[in-house]
């Protein structure tokens, strides 16, 4: 079977070329490597353009009517593609020399199958695996709990995706700058009669770069993440059946702590009426976690401070705790 690895790349150019290099010594050759260009004003297209010497690469820019970002890019490579699976990985992301190899090993026609994959800051050689410990034996509605819930269970580059599974999805949101690989997951695992597969072998075979970009938190970049964070939820909740909404408790619990410093008065207006919708579907029964920090942002404490902060990672970690033993080994 024929892979397609399809790489986004807007400005890599620091990180690129050992990108490329790690899909060029695979040692499964029946793959092809598709790098999408989103405008870079870099050396990146020099890069990859240098790449498609091995005639397995090629070279594509995003079509200026298309609108701008990772999303639009991925889904031009699979349209454009040959490919029977798609591997998605982002332009500073790493794969095992023998990760096609691996993956297509165990492959046996699934929609989507999930791999072992680590997270690395320079070095591979010291990769952390993603979700320790996860349990590998539950269905597809317990994996959907996990990414409502904001609880990664696995990342993009972890996966290979059926072509056809794929398309008819719709592929990734373009309406997305952000949250689009919980988003994609959510509408995958949410397909009645999913066919989900687990590599049960202990090897990383592919590796997401923690960049300094992921670890630098402006105020600007707070806002921009929890209004990427609400229009993510308004998007998704659309399409969720009603008792699903109970299982974005997480994630608001999550929003709160992470951008307690730019929450104005209509963040939290925002909050109480998602709130109200969960209660609405649930007869009035949220966690005891959430109610203390809707109570904390409303009643005790309207203005971000260093103690909000604090009490609400705390609250939200007492109950990510709790939720997250259900679902390791």
Same mark, same amino acid.
């Given at each position: 079977?024929?892979?397609?690895?399809?790489?986004?790349?807007?400005?890599?150019?620091?990180?690129?070329?050992?990108?490329?290099?790690?899909?060029?010594?695979?040692?499964?050759?029946?793959?092809?490597?598709?790098?999408?260009?989103?405008?870079?004003?870099?050396?990146?297209?020099?890069?990859?353009?240098?790449?498609?010497?091995?005639?397995?690469?090629?070279?594509?820019?995003?079509?200026?009517?298309?609108?701008?970002?990772?999303?639009?890019?991925?889904?031009?490579? /699979? %349209? $454009?593609?040959?490919?029977? #699976?798609?591997?998605? =990985? *982002?332009?500073? +992301?790493? @794969?095992?020399?023998?990760?096609?190899?691996?993956?297509?090993?165990?492959?046996?026609?699934?929609?989507?199958?999930?791999?072992?994959?680590?997270?690395?800051?320079?070095?591979?050689?010291? /990769? %952390? $695996?993603?979700?320790?410990? #996860?349990?590998?034996? =539950? *269905?597809?509605? +317990?994996? @959907?709990?996990?990414?409502?819930?904001?609880?990664?269970?696995?990342?993009?580059?972890?996966?290979?995706?059926?072509?056809?599974?794929?398309?008819?999805?719709?592929?990734?949101?373009?309406?997305?700058?952000?949250?689009?690989?919980?988003?994609?997951?959510?509408?995958?695992?949410?397909?009645?009669?999913?066919?989900?597969?687990?590599?049960?072998?202990?090897?990383?075979?592919?590796?997401?770069?923690?960049?300094?970009?992921?670890?630098?938190?402006?105020?600007?970049?707070?806002?921009?993440?929890?209004?990427?964070?609400?229009?993510?939820?308004?998007?998704?909740?659309?399409?969720?059946?009603?008792?699903?909404?109970?299982?974005?408790?997480?994630?608001?619990?999550?929003?709160?702590?992470?951008?307690?410093?730019?929450?104005?008065?209509?963040?939290?207006?925002?909050?109480?009426?998602?709130?109200?919708?969960?209660?609405?579907?649930?007869?009035?029964?949220?966690?005891?976690?959430?109610?203390?920090?809707?109570?904390?942002?409303?009643?005790?404490?309207?203005?971000?401070?260093?103690?909000?902060?604090?009490?609400?990672?705390?609250?939200?970690?007492?109950?990510?705790?709790?939720?997250?033993?259900?679902?390791?080994?």
């Amino acid at each position: 079977m024929k892979v397609s690895v399809i790489i986004p790349v807007f400005n890599n150019s620091k990180f690129l070329t050992e990108t490329l290099d790690s899909v060029q010594n695979q040692t499964y050759k029946n793959w092809e490597c598709i790098v999408v260009d989103d405008g870079s004003e870099d050396e990146s297209k020099e890069i990859a353009r240098s790449f498609c010497r091995n005639k397995r690469f090629k070279f594509l820019e995003r079509n200026p009517e298309l609108p701008k970002g990772a999303n639009s890019c991925r889904n031009l490579g /699979a %349209k $454009e593609s040959e490919g029977d #699976l798609f591997l998605f =990985l *982002d332009g500073d +992301d790493l @794969l095992s020399a023998e990760c096609l190899e691996h993956r297509l090993k165990g492959y046996s026609c699934q929609d989507l199958v999930i791999y072992n994959s680590g997270t690395f800051e320079s070095d591979t050689s010291f /990769a %952390k $695996e993603f979700f320790p410990n #996860l349990n590998k034996n =539950l *269905d597809s509605k +317990d994996y @959907l709990k996990m990414f409502l819930e904001y609880f990664i269970p696995w990342n993009i580059n972890s996966t290979i995706w059926k072509r056809e599974f794929f398309l008819d999805l719709g592929g990734f949101d373009v309406g997305l700058q952000r949250f689009q690989d919980v988003d994609l997951h959510i509408r995958a695992l949410s397909r009645p009669g999913i066919k989900l597969g687990f590599d049960k072998a202990d090897v990383l075979s592919s590796f997401y770069r923690r960049s300094e970009y992921h670890q630098k938190m402006s105020v600007e970049k707070r806002r921009f993440l929890l209004d990427q964070g609400l229009f993510f939820i308004y998007r998704i909740k659309e399409n969720l059946r009603a008792g699903d909404l109970i299982n974005l408790q997480g994630l608001l619990l999550y929003l709160y702590f992470r951008f307690e410093e730019v929450f104005e008065e209509s963040d939290t207006k925002a909050f109480q009426q998602l709130i109200a919708e969960i209660k609405d579907t649930q007869t009035g029964k949220i966690s005891r976690e959430l109610k203390y920090v809707e109570h904390l942002y409303t009643k005790f404490m309207n203005r971000p401070s260093r103690l909000r902060k604090v009490l609400s990672y705390g609250t939200y970690r007492i109950y990510r705790n709790r939720q997250i033993k259900s679902y390791l080994n």
